[in-house]
């Protein structure tokens, strides 16, 4: 399902229906980084106490900040969730967060991306107000290079979301 926003194709869609490669994904993530998809057990490649150190000594983010991992696609993690408080996010953190997010995707020349409504993914953020919050967003950053969004939601929820995009406009 496809739509256009601030001159950028927007698809809505289901995560199992996404059969291309983007330029880069986009998480939702914590002050921590510890919030994943899919949590996996892995071997720690450093010795434990080289891993407390660096535990004990890592400052935590800032909700709203966005963190880039390079590779391909690119990751950008928008810290969105401080899972000190009660609700772990807001609509303050998510707006800041996709300012940000939209000015890295300009200075990184991103083609392509794929996001969840975030908010939605570790989180039960409304995610009416989530479009909300990225269609001002655009408003405010415009996207230089970006020339499609993909936007990853249940299948259920496509269509109202894009009866909000189209309301929003």
């Not at 399902?1 to 939702?28: K, N, Y």
């Amino acid at each position: 399902m496809e739509t256009h926003l601030q001159g950028v194709s927007i698809t809505v869609s289901p995560p199992d229906s996404i059969s291309r490669s983007f330029d880069a994904i986009v998480e939702e993530q914590d002050t921590a980084l510890v919030l994943d998809i899919e949590p996996v057990i892995r071997q720690p490649e450093e010795n434990y106490s080289a891993l407390v150190d660096e535990m004990i000594e890592q400052q935590p983010l800032i909700p709203g900040d966005v963190i880039v991992r390079t590779g391909r696609p690119l990751r950008f993690l928008a810290v969105i969730h401080d899972l000190d408080q009660d609700p772990s996010c807001n609509a303050g953190s998510i707006a800041v967060a996709l300012e940000n997010l939209l000015r890295k995707l300009t200075e990184y020349r991103v083609h392509s991306v794929a996001m969840p409504l975030l908010g939605t993914v570790h989180g039960r953020f409304d995610d009416e107000i989530f479009m909300t919050l990225l269609y001002n967003a655009m408003l405010n950053e415009p996207l230089q290079y970006t020339e499609h969004l993909w936007l990853i939601t249940a299948a259920e929820n496509c269509e109202r979301i894009l009866r909000h995009i189209h309301k929003g406009r």
